[in-house]
């Protein structure tokens, strides 16, 4: 089993839809939770961080679930802007490194 | 501050062929990270380096894969000799875990598009 699973993908939404992306972890002593975005040939970048509370930037909301080792990001009216590849990333204990998920694809059509 | 700079951002080889990957981590950050994304296996950790010194190479997939960084400013990732089947995209990245001003972030460079022959 794969340390970090997400939805494969992809998925085509038209504008104004609401997604939600699903990871699951399989290291119960994971410490940190981050969403990453990667664009078309470009190298990902931090959308943002995952907090036990939840948490909200914008149009986009993080969730994460300890007991079921599930993170979730939801992104609300979505734009032709937000199609990318969404990285789930976990991260161990101060000085362990992330590892990523392998990715899902968002289109947004018009 | 420039962000991770990384050269070549292409490169064509042929088989055989030495090739040479460089980074350039942001300033004041104390990791490096080199990793290789493919299509079938996703974004996989090479070998991280703490303060120049290499940490953890066990993702460098066999002994034609090496990697240096003399000093904290500079990094490379040599395949020698190459093959098909390390067409790849590879990016370094680099991430201060100072625990008064790390932002828990890993700042990706542009990537170098690898294509042997």
């Known amino acids: 089993r794969k340390e970090v699973e997400q939805d494969p993908g992809p998925f085509n939404v038209p504008e104004g839809a609401t997604v939600a992306f699903n990871c699951t972890y399989s290291?119960?002593?994971?410490?940190?939770f981050f969403w990453y975005r990667q664009d078309c040939r470009k190298e990902p970048k931090l959308l943002m961080s995952?907090?036990?509370s939840g948490n909200e930037d914008g149009r986009f909301t993080a969730q994460l679930n300890r007991a079921s080792q599930y993170i979730s990001l939801l992104i609300r009216d979505s734009k032709l802007s937000d199609s990318a590849t969404y990285l789930c990333?976990?991260?161990?204990?101060?000085?362990?490194?992330?590892?990523f998920g392998p990715g899902t694809r968002l289109s947004v059509l018009p | 501050d420039a962000g991770v700079i990384q050269s070549p951002r292409h490169e064509v080889t042929e088989m055989g062929q030495e090739v040479t990957l460089r980074c350039k981590p942001i300033?004041?950050?104390?990791?490096l990270f080199w990793y290789r994304q493919t299509m079938m296996r996703g974004l996989e950790l090479l070998i991280y380096?703490?303060?120049?010194?290499?940490?953890?190479d066990s993702g460098m997939p066999e002994d034609r894969f090496s990697a240096k960084m003399p000093n904290a400013s500079f990094s490379t990732l040599k395949i020698q000799p190459s093959e098909p089947r390390d067409s790849a995209v590879y990016f370094c990245?680099?991430?201060?875990?100072?625990?008064?001003?790390?932002?828990?972030?890993?700042?990706f460079g542009p990537g170098t598009r690898l294509t042997v022959l």
């Open positions: 990333v976990v991260k161990g204990h101060y000085g362990q490194n992330f590892v």
């Open positions: 290291n119960s002593a994971s410490q940190s």
């Open positions: 995952v907090y036990s």
């Open positions: 300033s004041g950050h104390d990791y």
């Open positions: 380096f703490n303060n120049n010194v290499p940490i953890d």
């Open positions: 990245a680099s991430e201060t875990r100072h625990r008064e001003f790390g932002s828990d972030e890993q700042f």
